[in-house]
């Protein structure tokens, strides 16, 4: 089993930036890609972006691309979502996810484990 807690959400206002982390535990956390979702009330859950287990590359979402980048610390069991120039359509309960697949089977298919989510804000 593998157990994601995500933190960092929070509120913040239009064109500012958010650092989002997940915290890994459980199997070997630096073997699996790991990725982000985000969720709005009504909508289906939209992939945002992964990262290999090497860090060697990184797969993101056309809405976000540019605007936000995933790291990862293996030593730390631990994956960030930079957000930058954020703005009220970036609105969600954001998850952080993994699996053994890469980064595009995870935005078609999903990935094998969920965070609990967190939730940010964007305010115009």
């Known amino acids: 089993q593998v157990q994601l807690v995500e933190s960092g959400g929070g509120k913040v206002q239009a064109g500012g930036s958010l650092t989002l982390s997940c915290a890994a535990s459980?199997?070997?956390?630096?073997?699996?890609?790991m990725g982000w979702f985000r969720q709005t009330p009504g909508k289906e859950r939209e992939f945002v972006g992964a990262?290999?287990?090497?860090?060697?590359?990184?797969y993101y979402a056309d809405s976000v691309k540019g605007r936000f980048t995933i790291s990862r610390d293996n030593a730390k069991n631990t994956v960030y979502l930079q957000m930058n120039s954020l703005n009220p359509e970036d609105t969600a309960v954001y998850y952080c996810?993994?699996?053994?697949?890469?980064?595009?089977?995870?935005?078609?298919?999903?990935?094998?484990?969920w965070g609990q989510g967190t939730q940010v804000t964007v305010s115009s």
């Open positions: 996810a993994t699996s053994r697949r890469s980064g595009p089977l995870i935005a078609t298919i999903g990935p094998d484990y």
């Open positions: 459980g199997r070997t956390f630096s073997t699996y890609t």
């Open positions: 990262i290999s287990w090497s860090a060697g590359s990184a």
